[in-house]
């Protein structure tokens, strides 16, 4: 679906052609030139997409091993996505829910494994009452490469610092000729502060994290489970 999407920008909306000529390595660094404007980054992704492979900003493998020893300070359950399956240290109700919710089979690894190769984020599950100290923890130990963020009341997740959801929707805009001024976003934790403040309305549920609030031009009346955003496009006049 992804390739086909793709395909129909680099070649049918923009007009471009491919001659490729060199060998079909399974790893391997792009540079996109000549380098004239901003949107070589674009077209080059494009490319890629086009056909059929994947790019992504990696968590180097120091910068795992860096990141489990900052989460020693609590007790956690390291996870990580690797060849189709979830990578972990125990089976505990948490990784059978994870499992279950992103249909990959669960695989219990040494934690040299966790860093043994690049990969795009490392995940940490732990105890509700246990993710404001591991918060609380990661900000203390900032990092110019990577961040951390909590994605559910259980779970902090680190990746590259270039990516975050805000970075997503501005490059969303951009490939579809959009004003961020116009786009209206909703958001309940942490991950989501970044594409709230950039987005011309950023909304955040009433169920969301404190953080998340303030970073919102308005909170919802109602939450997730009562309908939160459906009433609020709908008493906003946008859902009618």
């Keep these: 679906m992804k390739k086909a999407f793709y395909s129909f920008i680099y070649y049918r909306l923009l007009g471009w052609k491919t001659n490729v000529t060199v060998p079909d390595y399974d790893k391997c660094v792009i ?4 380098h004239t404007s901003n949107w070589d980054l674009f077209i080059g992704k494009l490319f890629y997409g086009a056909i059929g492979r994947k790019t992504s900003f990696m968590m180097k493998k120091e910068w795992l091993k860096e990141t489990m020893e ?3 300070v609590v007790k956690c359950n390291p996870m990580i996505y690797w060849n189709g399956k979830i990578r972990c240290v125990h089976i505990d109700d948490w990784m059978i829910h994870s499992a279950s919710t992103s249909h990959k089979e669960l695989e219990i690894v040494k934690l040299e494994d966790f860093y043994a190769h690049e990969n795009a984020k490392i995940m940490f599950r732990m105890k509700e009452e246990d993710m404001p100290k591991a918060e609380a923890w990661e900000k203390e130990h900032p990092n110019p490469y990577y961040h951390g963020f909590k994605t559910q009341s259980t779970l902090l997740e680190f990746c590259d610092k270039r990516i975050n959801k805000g970075y997503g929707l501005q490059k969303i805009c951009e490939l579809n000729d959009l004003d961020i001024k116009d786009v209206m976003a909703f958001g309940d934790t942490s991950n989501d502060n970044d594409m709230l403040k950039v987005a011309g309305c950023g909304v955040c549920m009433i169920n969301g994290t404190d953080d998340t ?7 919802t009346k109602q939450d997730n489970d009562h309908d939160g955003l459906a009433i609020y496009l709908e008493e906003s006049g946008i859902l009618c």
């Design 213 to 219: 609030k303030a970073c919102a031009n308005a909170i």
């Design 70 to 72: 900052i989460m020693k």
């Design 31 to 34: 540079c996109a030139a000549p």
